[in-house]
């Protein structure tokens, strides 16, 4: 069985930045992807970034130049870094696991709330 276990949510001003990690547990294929979602209220979950175990990375248009995904294969985790963060960010962000098989797999959620 798989788990997703993130962390590093908050409350930042805009402008201000946060990391947002995801830790994999269980069995988990070789070849994968992972990466972040997100779903502010009222709206329909989004695509933020992903990145495959072989370190290719892809990124929603609207956080390009400000939001930067990496992972750790030793560790089965994947961070999301976030700088300038705008008040259009806030949503809950959700850490997703597809793996070769295309089992997919879904983090909690972790709250980002940017507000002065």
């Known amino acids: 069985q798989v788990q997703l276990v993130e962390s590093g949510g908050g409350l930042v001003q805009p402008g201000g930045s946060l990391r947002l990690s995801c830790a994999a547990s269980?069995?988990?294929?070789?070849?994968?992807?992972m990466g972040w979602y997100r779903q502010a209220p009222g709206k329909q979950r989004e695509l933020v970034a992903i990145?495959?175990?072989?370190?290719?990375?892809n990124y929603a248009d609207s956080v390009k130049g400000r939001f930067t995904i990496s992972s750790d294969s030793g560790k089965n985790t994947v961070y999301l870094r976030m700088d300038s963060l705008k008040p259009e960010d806030t949503a809950v962000y959700y850490c997703?696991?597809?793996?070769?098989?295309?089992?997919?797999?879904w983090g909690q959620g972790t709250q980002v709330t940017v507000s002065s």
């Open positions: 997703n696991l597809v793996l070769l098989n295309r089992s997919a797999y």
């Open positions: 269980g069995m988990i294929s070789r070849d994968y992807v």
């Open positions: 990145i495959s175990s072989g370190g290719s990375a």
